[in-house]
């Protein structure tokens, strides 16, 4: 047996095994439109939808959805006229994507792992949201790269519910071919993803609700046997009407409503079944010259800050000398007499919160009632004041950028904490070092949310916090994992798992890779908390 440069392994056999394969989805079909069946599984392999019209790869010879979706146009031309073809596979099906990129008549998506930088197989951008098809098929391909592992059940039917469904529904669909990877399945050790049977059959239901049932269901990808036959088993009973499988969850993930929000917005301007909020700063050309006068939110947030936090509090800002910290003015604040008063000092490092647009089917006036700014990093500072405790409260979000326009989000979120940890350092030598070695001998406690706990972990390699700080508190959200460096000495290192309390989404993509094993303990000590946790013990 040899293997080629694209994937594919190959013997003597292999050519036949392959026409074999594209024949049977080809007879599958076609028993389907003559009205033999309504509907059925071919069980075949190999798979095709990585095959483009001018290359096999990644296992496959033909593809074999593509050939059945061309025999079906040329065959039945008056009797299905649109295809719909989903492709639940693991992987983005950049062959069928490509064969049918400008045809308006097939309909081709796709939920597929693509991580954040297109490096998951097939690695290509090809399968990101922002790719649509060209010319006539403009439109007619819809990507949703989940930019990590570990997505269930709940995902999926969230993509199914607010973008699947509906852009099927308005396509109209004359028939609908399944391709029906199982590498998303719950054990698959290439996917890692968590779609269980009852997440297939959901899926499946759905779907055989578009035109009277005539749905081809094509074997792809799949690399758990046991998975790929429980999986199989489970939409065979829906499409021969026995029973439909439960999900196992019900709630998606922050990381799936935020993938499928992106791909809502993107297709809206193809779908009208796709609704999105009525205005959005991407809309606006700033640059142009011809936009209307505007305020940048970083100003709206220092004012703010100064009018309801600074005075509730009686806090007063930290004056910054350095031409490079000017952006933080008004961002930066401490408790009056910081240096003499208090026992303990919290210094607070965080995001300013979430600005967020929760839109509601009703009207105008309400959609824009529900835009918020979410400022959770406000509780921290009441819970700090209300106790007592000297506070020293730095917010790092000072401005917004919904797409650094050159740099990559990876590259421009690793220079704002750079730079963020720089006026940190400068906020503590000369307020929190200052206050700790004043008079008496203060507690000092450090805490981050968001962004701001990779800003703490950054400062604490450069200043000397082990003899200082008493206790490390961050909320991570769904950022990176804070760490402190790996030539860190093993004192610090025990010293932060000691001193650490790390809160951390259940489903953290760290989390989630570790599965059933502990948290790596240089992210300091984890504890998973659900949507709706609420905690009740002290800082």
């Known amino acids: 047996m040899l293997e080629s440069a694209s994937s594919l392994y190959v013997n003597e056999h292999s050519a036949y095994a392959a026409r074999l394969s594209c024949g049977g989805a080809i007879e599958l079909c076609d028993a389907i439109a003559s009205d ?4 059925g599984f071919a069980i075949i392999r190999p798979p095709g939808h990585h095959a483009e019209p001018h290359k096999s790869m990644g296992f496959c010879f033909y593809n074999n959805v593509a050939v059945a979706t061309r025999y079906l146009q040329r065959k039945y031309p008056q009797k299905i006229r649109k295809i719909l073809i989903l492709d639940w596979d693991v992987h983005h099906g950049n062959g069928t994507q490509r064969a049918f990129e400008s045809d308006k008549e097939v309909l081709y ?41 570990g997505m269930g059940d709940a995902d999926y039917m969230y993509a ?12 109209a669909p004359d028939f609908v071919i399944i391709s029906a990877g199982f590498d998303a399945a719950e054990g698959d050790p290439i996917g890692l993803n968590r779609v269980t049977p009852g997440g297939y059959a959901q899926m499946t239901h759905a779907l055989t609700s578009l035109c009277e049932g005539k749905v081809a269901v094509i074997l792809e990808g799949g690399y758990n046997p046991d998975a790929v036959a429980d999986s199989a088993l489970a939409v065979t009973n829906v499409i021969l009407s026995r029973e439909t ?21 993107f297709q809206s301007k193809f779908w009208r079944s796709i609704k999105v909020p009525v205005l ?32 509730k509090h009686g806090l007063f800002e930290v004056p910054l000398n350095e031409t490079s910290h000017k952006r933080y003015g008004g961002h930066i604040f401490c408790s009056p007499d910081i240096l003499s008063n208090y026992s303990t000092i919290v210094f607070f490092v965080h995001d300013m919160g979430n600005l967020r647009w929760d839109r509601r089917p009703l009207h ?28 020293v409260d730095m917010n790092i979000l000072s401005e917004f950028n919904a797409t650094p326009p050159v740099k ?17 350092a400068f906020i503590w030598d000369n307020v929190v070092a200052l206050a700790r070695t004043s008079k008496e001998s203060k507690r000092v406690v450090m805490i981050g949310l968001g962004t701001g706990c990779n800003v703490l972990t950054s400062l604490m390699k450069e200043r000397d916090w082990v003899t200082t700080v008493e206790a490390v508190v961050n909320i991570v959200g769904y950022g990176d994992m804070p760490s402190l460096p790996v030539n860190t000495d093993l004192t610090a290192k025990k010293r932060y798992y000691k ?16 599965g059933d094993a502990a948290p790596l303990k240089r992210f300091g000590r984890i504890t998973p908390v659900s949507k709706y946790f609420r905690s009740t013990e002290p800082c």
Request: charged share 20%; glycine share 6%; with cysteine.
């Open 160 to 171: 199914f519910h607010h973008l699947v469904m509906p852009i099927a529904h308005e396509f």
């Open 408 to 424: 990559s989000s990876a590259l421009y979120e690793l220079d704002r904490v750079d730079q963020a940890s720089e006026v940190a």
């Open 36 to 39: 033999r069946i309504r509907n």
């Open 109 to 149: 998506i796709s939920l597929h792992r693509y991580d954040e930088d297109g490096s998951f197989y097939p690695g290509s951008t090809y399968g990101n949201y922002d790719s649509v098809g060209t010319g006539p098929g403009l439109g007619r391909s819809v990507n949703v790269p989940w930019p990590t592992h």
């Open 280 to 311: 959005d700063a991407n809309d606006v050309d700033f640059d142009s010259g011809s936009a209307p006068p505007s305020v940048q939110i970083g100003a709206l947030l220092a004012a703010y800050r100064n009018e309801e936090i600074a005075r």
């Open 499 to 514: 001193t650490s309390q790390v809160f951390a989404p259940v489903d953290h993509p760290h989390l989630l890779e570790r």
């Open 364 to 391: 105008d006036k309400l959609e824009k009632e529900a835009l918020r700014l979410v400022d959770s990093s406000s509780l921290i500072i009441d819970y700090a004041a209300n106790r007592g405790y000297g506070i």
């Open 245 to 265: 499988a439960e999900p196992r969850d019900t709630v998606a993930s922050t990381i799936a409503a935020a993938t499928v929000q992106q791909v809502c917005r």
